[in-house]
């Protein structure tokens, strides 16, 4: 079984920017790919960003590509989220996702993914 806790979400004002953790637990994430998804109030979980097993492809929304990135760190065993020029429409619950797959590309569909966070509160305000 794997734990993931994520952290570092809070308030920003519109155009700041955040980095959100997901630290794993109970074992090694590195030959999982790794997700982060969304949810704002009202709206299906959306797929945010993705990373594969060994950091080389990534893989983003329309809605946040050129600006956030991921990143992870397979000795600490966690992954990152760096969310620049943050909007309104970013504000959600983030989430931190691994798919236990071996070999596979970035998927963007939550079905994929097995272990799940408890998500971190992202505010964005205008």
């Known amino acids: 079984q794997v734990q993931l806790v994520e952290s570092g979400g809070g308030l920003v004002q519109a155009g700041g920017s955040l980095r959100v953790s997901c630290a794993a637990s109970?074992?090694?994430?590195?030959?999982?790919?790794m997700g982060w998804f969304r949810q704002a109030p009202g709206k299906e979980r959306e797929f945010v960003a993705g990373?594969?097993?060994?950091?080389?492809?990534?893989r983003f929304s329309d809605s946040v590509k050129g600006r956030f990135t991921i990143s992870r760190d397979n000795v600490k065993n966690t992954v990152y989220l760096q969310m620049n020029s943050l909007k309104p429409e970013d504000t959600a619950v983030y989430y931190c996702?691994?798919?236990?797959?071996?070999?596979?590309?970035?998927?963007?569909?939550?079905?994929?993914?097995?272990?799940w966070g408890q998500g971190t509160q992202v505010t964005v305000s205008s």
């Open positions: 996702a691994a798919d236990r797959r071996l070999g596979v590309e970035v998927s963007s569909w939550a079905g994929d993914y097995d272990y």
């Open positions: 990373v594969n097993w060994g950091g080389g492809r990534t």
């Open positions: 109970g074992r090694t994430i590195r030959s999982y790919a």
